[in-house]
Nanobody, 121 residues
Framework: QVQLVESGGGLVQAGGSLRLSCAAS?????MGWFRQAPGKEREFVAS????????RYADSVKGRFTISRDNIKKSLYLQMNSLKPEDTAVYYC?????????????????WGQGTQVTVSS
């Protein structure tokens, strides 16, 4: 099973930006970002197809977040702009064996340990 390691989280003021990265130990198909705030269920943020030609976003992040990948580097990225306090959560990188873009947690087979993103008001 592929191993995933996230990085790039931190503390930022509202309106600021952060870029998350995820390093994979092997090749992957669809990849995604999820997040989990305290006391809430893990929720979908964004996903991207194997070649990067298809992406999906949660309505709450559309226009502010951009998902991308570099298959040569086996890396996944999430550029987060115009951050809001409600974006505060642990962000998880995930990989799926699906060849189509998927947005639900059961569709993903491998998960990273997560990286904390905190947005102050």
């Amino acid at each position: 099973q592929v191993q995933l390691v996230e990085s790039g989280g931190g503390l930022v003021q509202a309106g600021g930006s952060l870029r998350l990265s995820c390093a994979a130990s092997g090749g992957t198909f669809t990849m995604g970002w999820f997040r989990q705030a305290p006391g809430k269920e893990r929720e979908f943020v964004a996903s991207i197809s194997w070649r990067g030609g298809s992406t999906r976003y949660a309505d709450s992040v559309k226009g502010r977040f951009t998902i991308s990948r570099d298959n040569i580097k086996k890396s996944l990225y999430l550029q987060m702009n115009s951050l809001k306090p409600e974006d505060t959560a642990v962000y998880y990188c995930a990989a799926s064996n699906s060849r189509v873009v998927v947005t639900t947690t059961p569709a993903y087979d491998a998960w990273g340990q997560g990286t904390q993103v905190t947005v102050s008001s």
